[in-house]
Each structure stands twice: as C-alpha cells, then as structure tokens.
C-alpha cells in the first residue's frame, strides 16, 4: 500500500507543498479491487467482504475510493511522475498501472516485461533507472 498511501497523502497536501519527483513502481489503482483481492486470499464470503469494507470505511471516515490512486489530484503538488509497471504482473494488473498513468497529467511510464511484481523492484536495471529519474534524468 505505499504508493497508494503516499498518493493518498501527496494529494491531500496544502496548496504550495510540492515535491519534486514521485516513482511508483507497480501500485494499484483501486483500492476496493485491493481489499476484495484480500478476502479472496483469505477465503471470505460475500457478506463479510460487505461488512469489511463499511468497517474500514467507518475507521478512515471516507468512502473506500476516495483513495483510488488513479483518482490522486497531483496537479501541482509533484513536478514529475513515473509510473512503471509490467505487462506480466499478476498480483496488481498492467490495466491499473495503465489507469494511473492516464490519470496523473504529465506523467511518464515505463512497461517492463517478464518481471511481474517482485522482481520488478530488484531489477538493477530499472533501479538505474528510477535512480536517474529522480536525479532529474
């Protein structure tokens, strides 16, 4: 949940706080599918997936996707974004990468391949990267 959270928190932000240069590597764009995805894990039926969502519903005191990520207004609070996500990643779709992309005007995107979610973070190749963009390269 950390690029979701970080977005959650970036475009709650006063007006005149910015920060330079924010990465998310293969973040989810919807929070519910999140949560569902969960319970799906965890075997839950249908009445108890309801009664999860209003109860982290009621602790957050917001609808579940007012923390969409694809729904972050970033506009002027980041100077750049890179979204990078991999065609093959099977624990948060390419679709949502994809979303959040589209979303977030100005935003870059980088596609992977062939590294799903996990590997995508210890790629030393896309580390160089990443570590390039946000030196403003």
């Not at 590997?119 to 190749?125: F, H, I, W, Y």
């Amino acid at each position: 949940f950390g690029g979701a959270s970080t977005v959650f928190a970036l475009s709650n932000l006063p007006n005149g706080h910015q920060v330079e240069n924010l990465v998310l590597i293969g973040v989810p764009s919807k929070m519910e599918r999140v949560l569902n995805d969960a319970l799906d894990t965890m075997g839950a039926p249908k009445a108890v997936r309801r009664k999860f969502v209003q109860f982290v519903e009621r602790k957050v005191k917001f609808p579940i996707h007012h923390a969409d990520t694809a729904k972050g207004d970033l506009n002027g609070k980041v100077g750049r974004i890179l979204v990078v996500h991999d065609e093959e990643d099977h624990l948060v779709p390419f679709e949502e990468g994809q979303a959040i992309f589209e979303a977030q005007e100005g935003a870059c995107m980088l596609v992977t391949k062939k590294l799903g979610h996990f590997k995508l973070m210890k790629n030393p190749d896309l580390i160089q990267y990443v570590a390039r963009f946000l030196r403003g390269g």
